[in-house]
Each structure stands twice: as C-alpha cells, then as structure tokens.
C-alpha cells in the first residue's frame, strides 16, 4: 500500500521502519525534517521500568510541594489555565484509584516489551551500538519520601522488573559524586539510553531513506477521505492521496485527529533541558532525582539535565529562568559540581490525561491510524507502538490489544 505518516519524531520514523519491513510504500511527511519535535531533545532513557501514570497518588503527594513555586517541578501559566481546565478535569478523574490500576497495566503492557521491541529493531538495521546499557538510578532527599517508594518497589520487583533498593553508602560507593542529602536509591539494572536522543532519531532516519522511504518537508494542514484513499493537503500547496495515513504529529495531532472525527484531549507539558560538556556531572548512569522533577543522563554528547512540567500551551515562549531553577535544585544533589555553560532546550511532550497513548483507527475513516500522545514515554514506547500500528494496517493482532489506547475512549 502507499501510505503516509504524518511526523518525523520517534513514533513516525519507528513506524516507518515497521511498515517498510511490511513491504509498503513509505512517504514520511514532516513540517521541519526528523528531529523537529519532542523527539530530538529529550533525555533518552528507555525508561521500561515505569509503570505509574502521571496521574498516581506519587504526584499528587508532590504536587502541593511543586505548585507553591512558580519555576517548581511543575507549572501551569495562569492565562493557560482556562484552556487546559478540560484536560485538569479528566486528569482527576484519571486519579481514582481504579482508572490509576487500569493506566498502569496499560503503561506496563508497552513498557514491558519496549525494550525487546527496540532491540529487534536495531539488531535488524545494524544498530545495537546506539544503546547504552548502564541501568538507571532512582535516588532521594527525603528519608520517608524514601520509605513510602519501598511499596512501588515490590510491585516492580513483582513484575519481574530488578530493582534494588540502597542506603546512602551503598549509593555513594555506586556513585561518589552525590552530597549528603542524597538519603536513598533504587538501582534498576536493566535500564538502558541512547547514545543521544537526536543522533538515534537522524540514524533511524537515515536508514529509513536508504531503505526507500521518501521524505517530504511540508505542514500537513488538513487531511479529508477520497475516493481511494485520503486525501493530504499540505502547506506548500501540493496534495498527496495515499491508502493509509498514520498520524504521528506529536503534540501537534489535536487538530488533524478533529478532521478525523475523533475529539482527543491532548494538550502538552513543556520540558526543559540544558547540556554541558561530557562527564560534567561525574556520573556514570542516567539518575531520577524523586520530587525534585529532573533527571540527568550522561549522554555521549554531553550530560543533560532535564525534566519539569510547564503547562503553557504550544506558543508561549519559553522561560529559560526553568533551566536556572533546575541547576539550582541540582546543587543541592550534587554540591561540588562545577558545570559551565550548555546548550538549552524546550520540548512539547504530547499528553494525554491518562497518559497513555493515542493509537487505533481514526472514527471517521478507519483508514487513518493515530499514532501520537505518549507524554513522557515517546522514545520508550515508539518501536512497539510501531509494531502495533503495522499489525492494525495488516489486519493482524496487535502485539498489544488495543482497546486500552483507542482514540474513541475519551
Ligand atoms: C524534557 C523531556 C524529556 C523526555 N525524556 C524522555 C525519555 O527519557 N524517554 C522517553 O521515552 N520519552 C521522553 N520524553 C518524551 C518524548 O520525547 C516524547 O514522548 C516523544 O518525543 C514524542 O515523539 P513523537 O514522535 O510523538 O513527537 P515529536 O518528536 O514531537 O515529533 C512530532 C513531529 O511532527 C511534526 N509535525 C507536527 N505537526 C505536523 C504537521 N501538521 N505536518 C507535518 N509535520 C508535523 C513535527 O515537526 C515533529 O517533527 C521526554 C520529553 C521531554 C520534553
């Protein structure tokens, strides 16, 4: 079949891979190129072990903490607010405890075998080398913050996920650079990241062409049914009629999902890095530092320090004094790190209320797939999401059902 995806982040180009491994035709259209979106910027962390929605009682138990501080962990721009009420709302209905342990078996279901999914991928193309298999850390500042994670720990050691729980010495031995505050850790061992979330997504694209998929640069502005197929309307005034259209436009899907027939509440939580020299921080492996809403990767590139959570909308622009505040939280992990200047970044992640993505045929025309809506797990997420997307287009069954990501459950 001809078909068109719409995006060059993570989830267009894994999608194109999968759907080119189908013997497809391939056109992959993107507004800038790969790398315009989410997808170049983001920390790279493989992050499989995750199976809580933003919506858990964790956040919320933070949350009265973050929202006293304007450039805290998380933020909402009070002319925002109006608009993204909706999406508040059903964020606290995604809070009952019953839709909390319907949204973890849906996130686990992905993440469990996000991991395999991506090293099918990359062992096909040649590609294993991208991966860094250093696991993860988990460390705290608060001794019964610390305690209280002991119980996400079990369940996570009940799904079969390693985890490691450690003091503050036997997390000092593992990584001496910490300061006292650092009280405890968990050590996920099978953790993986990227090389460099920018260089894997140009890699991936790459390949894609020198396996025969075209490559336009243009906006889709609309998209409408034809007579054999959909037909694509883009910026630049050409058309396009392909027999399927995969919608992975990232935190910009809401509009073209509309023309399909299917409302999404998807709004986007800003994220924010900054990346210094390589071994700046003296870290070996990617930390999660619990409540104070960042995480440092050492990627090949350099070490970037990232995260935070803006609600703001897609056109503010950006508050760089975020970054600021976010190295000043990072002193107090790590007082004797001396970091120079380093590039700066914004990010739109796409996401949803539950936090689970958007995947399944478009109501209006089933020859539509969304592909989009994968919040803080898009790197995680986007080879099975492929794998999901292909088999839909094929008629086959899914790797994962469906149901629990279906654009029509809002
Ligand atoms: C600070 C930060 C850290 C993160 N860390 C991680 C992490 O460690 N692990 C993880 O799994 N996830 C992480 N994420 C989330 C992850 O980056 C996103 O979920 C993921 O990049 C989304 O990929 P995507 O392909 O859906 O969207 P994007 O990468 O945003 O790509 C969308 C593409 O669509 C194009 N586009 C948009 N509209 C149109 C249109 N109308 N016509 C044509 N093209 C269009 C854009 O140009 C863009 O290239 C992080 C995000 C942030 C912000």
Redesign the pocket.
């Known amino acids: 079949m001809r078909i068109a995806v719409?995006?060059?982040?993570?989830?267009?180009?894994a999608v194109t891979h999968a759907l080119l491994d189908e013997g497809h035709e391939v056109e992959l259209?993107?507004?800038?190129?790969?790398?315009?979106?989410?997808?170049?910027?983001?920390?790279?962390?493989?992050?499989h072990m995750d199976i809580l929605p933003l919506a858990s009682p964790k956040a919320w138990a933070y949350l009265p903490r973050w929202m006293l501080d304007p450039l805290g962990p998380l933020s909402i721009a009070p002319a925002y607010l109006p608009r993204l009420l909706p999406w508040l709302l059903r964020f606290g209905a995604a809070s009952m405890p019953g839709r909390i342990a319907a949204g973890s078996v849906a996130i686990r279901a992905i993440n469990a075998i996000a991991l395999p999914a991506w090293e099918r991928r990359l062992g096909k193309l040649g590609l294993e080398a991208l991966l860094r298999r250093r696991g993860i850390l988990s460390v705290w500042t608060n001794p019964s913050d610390f305690a209280a994670a002991a119980s996400l720990h079990s369940r996570q050691s009940a799904l079969g996920i390693p985890v490691e729980r450690l003091d503050a010495a036997g997390l000092r031995r593992l990584e001496p650079a910490f300061g006292q505050t650092v009280v405890g850790g968990a050590l996920y061992e099978t953790g993986v990241?990227v090389a460099d979330?920018r260089l894997f997504l140009e890699t991936l694209s790459a390949y894609a062409w020198s396996r025969g998929a075209r490559r336009t640069v243009?906006?889709?502005?609309d998209l409408e049914p034809s007579a054999s197929g959909v037909t694509l309307h883009l910026a630049s005034g050409e058309r396009r009629v392909a027999e399927r259209v995969v919608l992975?436009?990232?935190?910009?899907?809401r509009?073209?999902a509309a023309r399909s027939g299917d409302r999404v509440p998807l709004d986007t939580?800003?994220?924010?890095?900054i990346t210094v020299a390589p071994g700046s921080l003296g870290l070996a492996r990617p930390v999660m530092y619990e409540g104070l809403g960042f995480?440092t990767?050492p990627l090949d590139t350099g070490d970037r320090i990232?995260?935070?959570v803006e609600f703001a909308g897609l056109n503010a622009p950006a508050n760089w004094a975020r970054v600021d505040a976010m190295l000043s939280r990072l002193k107090r992990v790590l007082p004797d790190v001396d970091i120079g200047d380093g590039v700066r970044w914004?990010?739109?992640?796409?996401s949803t209320p539950d936090s689970l993505p958007v995947i399944g045929a478009a109501s209006r025309n089933p020859r539509i797939v969304h592909?989009?809506?994968?919040?803080?797990?898009?790197?995680?997420?986007?080879a099975v999401t492929a794998d999901m997307v292909a088999a839909l287009i094929a008629g086959r069954q899914p790797p994962v059902a469906l149901a629990p990501y279906s654009p029509q459950r809002f």
Request: net charge negative; glycine share 24%.
């Open positions: 719409i995006g060059g982040g993570i989830v267009g180009i259209i993107d507004r800038e190129g790969p790398a315009g979106g989410a997808s170049a910027g983001n920390a790279g962390w493989i992050a990241h979330p243009s906006e889709v502005s992975a436009a990232g935190a910009w899907s509009h073209l939580e800003r994220g924010y890095n995480v990767t990232g995260g935070s914004m990010g739109f992640r796409p592909a989009f809506g994968h919040g803080h797990y898009g790197l995680t997420q986007a």
